[in-house]
C-alpha cells in the first residue's frame, strides 16, 4: 500500500514512517493542511492517516475538501482530542476509522490494511487468486500450499495485482505504490519484479496487456 500521513511531530510522522514501512507499506509524510492538499492532488493513496491539529488549521477541513470532491480514499483520524464528540464528528465528516493518542503501532497498521481492504470492496483479509494466497497481515504467500519467498517489491507488486484479480495496473499506478517522493525509481524495475515474480509463481501467473500494463492472468 502506499499512506499519506498527515502530522506535524517530526518524531511521530518519522515513527509512522519507519513503522508502516515494516509492514511493506510505502509512506509519505507531509506536516501540514496545504501539503496534504497538494499531495492529494497529486498522488494516489490506499490510505490517509490524518492529524486533526495542524498548524494551518484542522485536518478536518482537509477531510471534508477530499469528500466534497468525491475523493473516497479511506481517512483514518489520529488525535489527542479523544473525546466522544470529537469522534463522532470526524466520523460524520466523513473519516473511516479514529484512534486517539497514544496509539499502538500495530493496531494502527491494522485499522489501515483493514480500511484500505474494505475501500477495495474484499471482505476477508486473505487475498486468493487460483492456488496463490496472500496474506498482508503476515506478509506471506503461498502457491498450492507452499511458502514462497519474496522480496519487499516484489509483495507489494503481487498485492497491487491481487487486490483486483482481472483489473489492468499500469506501469506507473504499480510505480505510485512502490515509491515515495524521495525515492528513485529505475525505468525498468516494474518489469525486474514482474519477471521475477512470474518465475517464483507461475509463468503464466501475470499477464502482460501491451501498451496497458499487467494483471493476474491463469494460474495453476
Known amino acids: 500500500m502506499r499512506v499519506l500521513v498527515v502530522e506535524d511531530d517530526p518524531v511521530l510522522s518519522d515513527g509512522l514512517k519507519v513503522g508502516l514501512a515494516l509492514g511493506l507499506v510505502t509512506v509519505d509524510c507531509v506536516a501540514s493542511c496545504a501539503d496534504a492538499r497538494a499531495a492529494l492532488a497529486t498522488a494516489q493513496f490506499d490510505a490517509v492517516v490524518l492529524d486533526l491539529m495542524l498548524p494551518d488549521g484542522s485536518g478536518l477541513d482537509v477531510l471534508r475538501d477530499m469528500r466534497r470532491a468525491g475523493d473516497d480514499t479511506p481517512v483514518l483520524l489520529l488525535t489527542a482530542q479523544d473525546e466522544t464528540s470529537d469522534r463522532i464528528r470526524g466520523l460524520d465528516s466523513g473519516a473511516d476509522d479514529y484512534i486517539g493518542k497514544p496509539f499502538d503501532l500495530d493496531e494502527l497498521a491494522a485499522r489501515v490494511r483493514a480500511a484500505a481492504r474494505r475501500h477495495a470492496g474484499r471482505a476477508a483479509p486473505l487475498m486468493q487468486t487460483g492456488s496463490i494466497s496472500l496474506d498482508p497481515s503476515t506478509l506471506s504467500v503461498t502457491v498450492a500450499g507452499e511458502p514462497i519467498s ?62 496497458l500494463g499487467y494483471r493476474m492472468g491463469s494460474t495453476p
Open 150 to 211: 519474496l522480496s519487499r517489491r516484489e509483495f507489494s507488486v503481487l498485492a497491487a495485482l491481487m487486490e483486483r484479480p482481472g483489473t489492468i495496473r499500469s506501469r506507473g499506478e504499480i510505480e505510485e505504490r512502490l515509491y515515495g517522493w524521495q525515492e528513485e525509481v529505475d525505468s525498468n524495475a516494474v518489469e525486474v519484479h514482474i519477471h521475477n515474480l512470474r518465475n517464483k509463481i507461475g509463468r503464466t501467473a501475470i499477464e502482460t496487456v501491451r501498451g
